[in-house]
């Protein structure tokens, strides 16, 4: 590139990380406040968290219509476009995520009865705390293009499949010793798996650092230990 549109390019680079990292960090609140929101039954706090995705549905489509534009007038080649690609990718992710906030905070209103052993509450907490977790380390290796941090979460997500599977066994019991209990478990279990599936997403964005830097496509088969096939479906509205 003439070095006028290199500068300007490289301006287009740090407007879309800029852009990333804002909507990263409302995928992260989201996350935080939809499983606070569970836990405490707040309903208030649960309709927020609903009000906000519509932030980083915004956000996306800012981006996506950045990176098309940057390509349009740049016309970037190899690393230079994978840079751009690489936007693309990781804001899809985050509104998946921001997507499945939402649909914890709709169950909290949806929710009725007293929640079940507080150990269960406690599983879905901890879960939450690994994939922000997670998700704060891929976040930081996409802003820094730090391969060997992403390659690090993409072997970590065992360990959350893995607690999405033992609260799943736990609230079978529940539902089996007390029918009465089946409703609440079920909206819990969808709760589960919609954190299991952010972890997911986290390192989806692992693999796009990986094409990024490499140039090339993670092609190793994923760590996984959940085993539950229960479906991930949205909640009523």
Not at 54 to 76: F, G, N, S, V, W
Not at 78 to 89: F, K, N, W
Not at 216 to 236: M, N
């Amino acid at each position: 590139m003439p070095d006028h549109i290199a500068k300007a390019f490289d301006a287009d680079l740090e407007e879309l990380t800029r852009m990333v990292a804002e909507m990263g960090g409302l995928a992260e609140r989201a996350i935080a406040d939809s499983v606070d929101a569970l836990a405490s039954r707040d309903t208030g706090l649960a309709s927020t968290v609903i009000q906000r995705d519509e932030a980083i549905d915004d956000l996306q489509r800012d981006i996506e219509e950045k990176a098309i534009l940057t390509i349009a007038r740049r016309q970037p080649m190899a690393i230079d476009l994978r840079e751009v690609i690489g936007a693309l990718r990781v804001c899809n992710d985050l509104e998946r995520i921001g997507d499945l906030a939402k649909n914890i905070a709709k169950r909290v209103v949806d929710i009725t009865g007293d929640l079940p052993s507080p150990t269960i509450i406690r599983g879905l907490e901890h879960m939450s705390e690994l994939v922000l977790a997670q998700l704060k380390q891929v976040l930081d290796s996409y802003a820094t293009r730090n391969l060997s941090n992403a390659l690090a979460v993409w072997k970590g997500d065992e360990e959350i499949d893995s607690l999405c599977t033992s609260l799943f066994r736990e609230l079978l019991t529940y539902m089996a010793e007390d029918p009465s209990s089946i409703s609440l478990c079920i909206h819990l279990m969808f709760s589960a798996k919609n954190i299991e599936r952010m972890g997911d997403h986290a390192t989806n964005i692992a693999e796009t650092v990986h094409y990024m830097v490499e140039g090339r496509p993670l092609t190793a088969e994923r760590p996984k230990g959940d085993t539950t096939t229960f479906a991930t479906v949205p909640a009523r509205g």
